[in-house]
Nanobody, 113 residues
Framework: QVQLVESGGGLVQPGGSLRLSCAGS????????MAWYRQAPGKQRELVAG???????NYEPSVKGRFTISRDNAKNTVYLQMNSLKPEDTAVYYC???????WGQGTQVTVSS
């Protein structure tokens, strides 16, 4: 398995930005598809963005153009840059290596004035 630790969440005003980081350890990080999920209160967990081993990203439609996922395999880290944040982006964000069944503990993102 890969151990994953997220950081970078917090409280931000609408229109603001945050960058989430996910540090991985254990198995060869660079060999796996990595993803960010989120879960809002009362809702199911949803895929926000994923990035393949080649670095090609994909996004949930509501965040496309606002969020950017990237990875630094040398640092075993995946990032999620979130711009133009909206109140509906409020959720706990989780980093995952889904093919390994590995999940981080989650980091809270709250968008509110």
């Amino acid at each position: 398995q890969v151990q994953l630790v997220e950081s970078g969440g917090g409280l931000v005003q609408p229109g603001g930005s945050l960058r989430l980081s996910c540090a991985g350890s254990g198995r060869i990080f660079s060999a796996y598809f990595m993803a960010w999920y989120r879960q809002a209160p009362g809702k199911q967990r949803e895929l926000v963005a994923g990035i393949g081993v080649s670095g090609i990203p994909n996004y949930e439609p509501s965040v496309k153009g606002r969020f950017t996922i990237s990875r630094d395999n040398a640092k075993n880290t995946v990032y999620l840059q979130m711009n133009s944040l909206k109140p509906e982006d409020t959720a706990v964000y989780y980093c995952s290596a889904p093919h390994l069944g590995s999940w981080g503990q989650g980091t809270q993102v709250t968008v509110s004035s």
